[in-house]
């Protein structure tokens, strides 16, 4: 019994400083998630929500699809932040989209 009080302290201060890390490891993870979205909502899907609703308000046809491979072009490129929406679901949907466009275009 003895043993155990004495290195009970020592017992306690490991517990502790375990749980304190993984603390810290789960918050981290939070925050960087957190961190992402901002980034997702603001930079890029923000940009490609508002240049969609300016497209969907031009009447002419032919200035309509030009202004569609206009933002293909802009939010389809590697070097944009499109791959940074860490939603794999929404990056192959984006990707799925323009196979569309694509195809249809060439009809």
């Known amino acids: 019994m003895t043993l155990t009080k004495e290195y ?3 017992l306690v201060a490991i517990v502790a400083a ?19 979205v901002k980034e997702s909502l603001e930079g890029i899907l923000g ?11 031009i ?3 032919f200035e ?4 569609v491979q206009k933002w293909f072009n802009k939010h389809g490129r590697i070097d944009m ?3 940074k ?4 679901n929404l ?7 323009e196979k569309e466009y694509t195809e249809t275009e060439h009809r």
Do not use: C, T, V
Request: hydrophobic content about 35%; proline content about 2%; glycine content about 2%.
């Open 81 to 83: 932040s499109l791959f």
């Open 64 to 67: 309509k699809n030009h202004e």
């Open 47 to 57: 940009s490609m929500y508002f240049d969609l609703r300016i497209i969907l308000q």
């Open 85 to 88: 929406l860490g939603d794999r």
């Open 91 to 97: 990056i192959n949907s984006y990707l799925d989209l």
């Open 8 to 10: 009970l302290p020592i």
């Open 59 to 61: 009447e002419d046809e």
């Open 18 to 36: 375990s749980l304190a890390y993984l603390y810290k490891k789960r918050n981290n993870k939070l925050n960087n998630f957190y961190a992402q």
